[in-house]
């Protein structure tokens, strides 16, 4: 009996009701390769513990680690035609969109919030990578304008967390043009005087580059981020020479002057915090005086 209970049982019982460990119990670093729990990777903010590598990060837990007290409101925004060019490469369109938004649980490749940054209220946008490669297309360029017009109208500050492959090839013409359009509403903000900050993360690249992502106020990178128009393969074979090291990583445009500064992630909050009581201090100083 001992060996029907003892042996016999438990094996019968792991063939017909196995245990498998969850997937997402363990994440291994992009950079150092070492195993961390999920649970802590995800409380440090998507940030390695063992060698720092910042990697990406949805927009759910972004707008976690920068309100004040996790507090904040998302902002509706506008619907977009989809799929205007019936566009099928080797899947529709319509498809991929609809894998993308079963994988994230959004609309689409941007989300825009209301809330407070160590007590400066602002718009804060973020990109979503996961989604399509974070790709600027209508809906993209439609949600940039409706958050700087809420910007606008409650006079707030308006911060960008870029992250982004380019534009998306999917809406064609369309999607590049985004790139004018949201450069408008860029300089729309500062018209009316208010600071646009952006924040580079890892990628950004592409048509994002080119237009909304590199005229900020203030140019505020991750470590390690890649920042580029093209990649460094094309530049190559472009140039045919070889490219230096850490080029387009943020270290080197903080070296070369191309960003202001490259702030951890963990420290982003605080370090938004003070550039945007700077800047509106500034300007509201400024305004009396005239």
């Known amino acids: 009996m001992n060996w029907l209970t003892n042996y016999v049982k438990p094996k019968l019982q792991r063939v017909l009701n196995p245990r498998d460990t ?21 409380a440090n903010a998507y940030v390695c513990a063992h ?6 990060m949805p927009p759910g837990p ?3 680690t920068v309100f004040d007290d996790k507090k904040y409101t998302l902002l509706k925004l506008p619907e977009v035609q989809i799929d205007p060019l019936k566009f099928k490469d080797t899947k529709k369109y319509t498809e991929r969109l609809k894998i993308a938004r ?3 649980g959004d609309i689409d490749a941007l989300k825009v919030a209301t809330g407070d940054i160590n007590g400066q209220p602002a718009v804060v946008a973020v990109q979503n990578f996961t989604f399509m ?7 993209v360029g439609e949600g940039i304008i409706a958050g700087v017009q809420e910007a606008l109208k409650q006079h707030l500050p308006f911060v960008l967390f870029a992250a ?5 090839m999917q809406e064609g013409i369309l999607s590049l043009m985004q790139m004018p359009r949201t450069t408008v509403a860029v300089q729309m903000l500062r018209d009316a005087g208010l600071p646009y900050i952006v924040v580079l993360t890892d990628p950004t690249s592409g048509g994002v580059s080119a237009s909304y992502a590199m005229l900020g106020d203030v140019q505020i990178a991750e470590p390690g981020a890649m920042i580029a128009f093209s990649g460094a393969r094309v530049i190559e074979q472009t140039i045919r020479e070889k490219l230096p090291e850490g080029f387009q990583r943020a270290e080197y445009l903080l070296e070369h002057g191309m960003v202001d500064m490259v702030v951890h992630r963990n420290e982003m909050r605080a370090q938004l915090g003070t550039v945007l009581s700077i800047l509106t201090d500034g300007r509201k100083q400024k305004a009396a005086a005239e």
Do not use: Y
Request: proline share 2%; with cysteine.
């Open 102 to 104: 079963a994988n994230t």
């Open 51 to 56: 060698c720092e590598h910042h990697d990406r």
């Open 22 to 42: 969850p997937d997402n119990l363990w994440h291994k670093c992009k950079s150092c390769g070492q195993m961390i729990f999920q649970k802590e990777f995800v």
């Open 62 to 64: 972004r707008f976690d």
């Open 164 to 168: 982004s492959g380019g534009a998306r």
């Open 133 to 139: 490669g974070g790709s600027m297309g209508m809906a």
